[in-house]
C-alpha cells in the first residue's frame, strides 16, 4: 500500500427530545436564510417544532418545499433551479432516506450548508456521505458519493418516536446488515486505516440490535422514549453512518455493502417491493442468506431470532416475491456491483442452496409452534 494523502470527514450530531434549542447556535454562522426541504408527512411531524425553535434565533424561515416522491437526479434539478433554493443561505433537510439523500445530493455539490432533521429511524442517511439514487421508475440506480456528510443532524427522539414503528422495526434489518457486509467483504484483506476503523465500528451495528431491538421495538410501538429506543435510534441513524463514511472513503461501495443489499436492488424491479415494502425489511431477510451462503450458522441463528422475534420477514412470501421472482434474481445478483468485492464468487447455486436452508428452518420453525 503506499502512503496518501486523505481527509475524512464526521458527523456533527444532537439527540435528544430538545435539541432543536441547539438550531441557533449550531447555524447561525452560515447565515441567517433557511429553505425547509422534505417529505409531506415528515413536514407535518417536524415543522412546527423546527418553526417555533427557529424563531428563537436570528434564522429567518423563506420557504417550505415539498421535496418530491423519490430521490432521483430529475428530482435534484427540480429542486436546483428554484428560486428560493438560490436565495437560502442553507437548507434543512426533513425526512425519511429518499427525502435527506435528495436534499444532500441537491446541497452538498452546491457547497451550500445543509442540516438533516431525520423524522423516523429506518436508516443512516441524516449522517451519511452517500445519496442513493433512483431512476424515475422506483429501481436502483447508484450509490452518489460526496467528501463529506450534512454539517450538523438533529435527532429529535420524541419526533422519532412518535413515527409509524414499522420504520424502526425496517431500520433494525438495515442496521444490523452493516455489520456482516463489512466482514464479509473485508475479510482476509490488509486495509486501508478507514477501511479498518469502518469495520470496527460496524459490529456496534448489531450487538445493540440484539440485545435491545425486541424491547425497543415493542416500545416504539407504544410511543414509549425508553433507554432501549434510543440505544437502537442511536444504532440506526448514527452508528450505520460512521460506519458507512469510513468504509465509503474510497467512493465505492466494496466494504459497504454485500449479499444483502443485492438482494434488496435485484428485488426492486418488481412493484411490489416499492409500493408496499421497506428497504431495511427486505434487506434483513437478505442478511439470512448472506449468513448462510457464508456459512455463519450461529450468526444465521441469532438474525433468524431476532427477525422472528419483531415480525421480520424470514421467506419470501412474507415480502411478496414468487418463486419464479426470485430465480430471476438469482440470475442478476451474482453480476452486481454489491458483490463484485467479496471474498468468493456469488452463485446461483450458492443463493439457490441458501434459500433452500432457510425454508428448511422455516419448516422447523413451524413444527415448534
Not at 342 to 358: F, G, H, I, N, Q
Amino acid at each position: 500500500m503506499k502512503l496518501e494523502n486523505y481527509e475524512v470527514h464526521l458527523p456533527n450530531y444532537s439527540i435528544g427530545d430538545k435539541i432543536y434549542k441547539n438550531i441557533g447556535p449550531v447555524c447561525e454562522s452560515y447565515g441567517t436564510k433557511v429553505l425547509v426541504i422534505g417529505g409531506r408527512k415528515a413536514l407535518g411531524a417536524a415543522y412546527d417544532k423546527i418553526e417555533a425553535y427557529v424563531k428563537e434565533t436570528k434564522l429567518e424561515i423563506i420557504g417550505k418545499v415539498i421535496y418530491g416522491e423519490n430521490c432521483t437526479y430529475d428530482t435534484v434539478e427540480h429542486l436546483r433551479a428554484m428560486p428560493l433554493y438560490q436565495q437560502a443561505d442553507m437548507v434543512f433537510g426533513v425526512g425519511g432516506g429518499k427525502a435527506l439523500d435528495t436534499v444532500k445530493c441537491l446541497c452538498i455539490p452546491d457547497d451550500k450548508p445543509v442540516f438533516s432533521f431525520p423524522t423516523i429511524a429506518s436508516n443512516c442517511s441524516a449522517c451519511t456521505s452517500v445519496s442513493i439514487m433512483y431512476h424515475e421508475d422506483g429501481s436502483f440506480l447508484k450509490p452518489h458519493f460526496f467528501v463529506r456528510p450534512v454539517m450538523h443532524a438533529f435527532i429529535d427522539t420524541e419526533i422519532i418516536v412518535k413515527a409509524p414503528s414499522q420504520y424502526m422495526w425496517a431500520g433494525i434489518g438495515d442496521t444490523y446488515a452493516k455489520y456482516y457486509e463489512a466482514a464479509i467483504s473485508s475479510r482476509g484483506e490488509r486495509l486501508e486505516h478507514f477501511t479498518a476503523l469502518g469495520v470496527a465500528v460496524s459490529q456496534m451495528c448489531s450487538k445493540p440490535l440484539l440485545d435491545y431491538g425486541p424491547k425497543a421495538y415493542e416500545d416504539h410501538k407504544k410511543g414509549l422514549l425508553t433507554y432501549d429506543v434510543e440505544q437502537v435510534i442511536l444504532a440506526i441513524v448514527v452508528t450505520t453512518g460512521i460506519a458507512s463514511i469510513f468504509l465509503t472513503k474510497d467512493c465505492t461501495p466494496d466494504y459497504n455493502s454485500g449479499l444483502a443489499h443485492a438482494v434488496f436492488y435485484a428485488m426492486t424491479a418488481y412493484p411490489v417491493i416499492e409500493e408496499r415494502h421497506l428497504h431495511g425489511e427486505v434487506v434483513g431477510f437478505g442478511v439470512l442468506l448472506a449468513l448462510l451462503a457464508d456459512q455463519q450458522e450461529e450468526a444465521f441463528e441469532d438474525i433468524y431470532r431476532l427477525n422472528k422475534a419483531i415480525h421480520l420477514p424470514t421467506s419470501l412470501e412474507e415480502i411478496e416475491i414468487t418463486r419464479e421472482q426470485w430465480e430471476e434474481c438469482m440470475t442478476r445478483i451474482p453480476h452486481m456491483s454489491d458483490v463484485a468485492h467479496y471474498p468468493y464468487s456469488v452463485t446461483e447455486d450458492m443463493l439457490k442452496s441458501a434459500m433452500e436452508r432457510l425454508e428448511e428452518r422455516n419448516q422447523r420453525f413451524l413444527q415448534t409452534i
